[in-house]
Nanobody, 120 residues
Framework: VQLVESGGGSVQPGGSLRLSCAASGFIFSNYDMFWYRQAPGKEHEWVASILSSGGTVHSLEDSMKGRFTIARDNAKSMVYLHINGLKPEDTAVYYC?????????????WGQGTQVTVSA
């Protein structure tokens, strides 16, 4: 299993980004996918989930509500995170994640992350 994030960068407040995660090594369409972020000095924070069915759940934290949209393209084995209205507090490393159960054991996979820096 491999997850490779891309699309991060330095942006000004109010800008937008689309983060991408390329997945391989498993049957992508069968699994739920997740985005997390980790700001400096803080723990991982869940951002959004997209189910294998296509259903989505987004964080309702005031800091994120309404600005993040998760999407997937099963044909390309890609999951995306669109972020609008970027704020300095969105500065973090953003990670793609999935959980695979095999023979009764849980395996959690993370990408290497992509850095998002929001500053004027």
């Amino acid at each position: 299993v491999q997850l490779v994030e891309s699309g991060g960068g330095s942006v000004q407040p109010g800008g937008s980004l689309r983060l991408s995660c390329a997945a391989s090594g498993f049957i992508f369409s069968n699994y739920d996918m997740f985005w997390y972020r980790q700001a400096p000095g803080k723990e991982h924070e869940w951002v959004a989930s997209i189910l294998s069915s296509g259903g989505t759940v987004h964080s309702l934290e005031d800091s994120m509500k309404g600005r993040f949209t998760i999407a997937r393209d099963n044909a390309k084995s890609m999951v995306y995170l669109h972020i609008n209205g970027l704020k300095p507090e969105d500065t973090a490393v953003y990670y793609c994640n999935t959980v695979i159960w095999t023979s009764g054991s849980k395996y959690e996979y993370w990408g290497q992350g992509t850095q998002v820096t929001v500053s004027a």
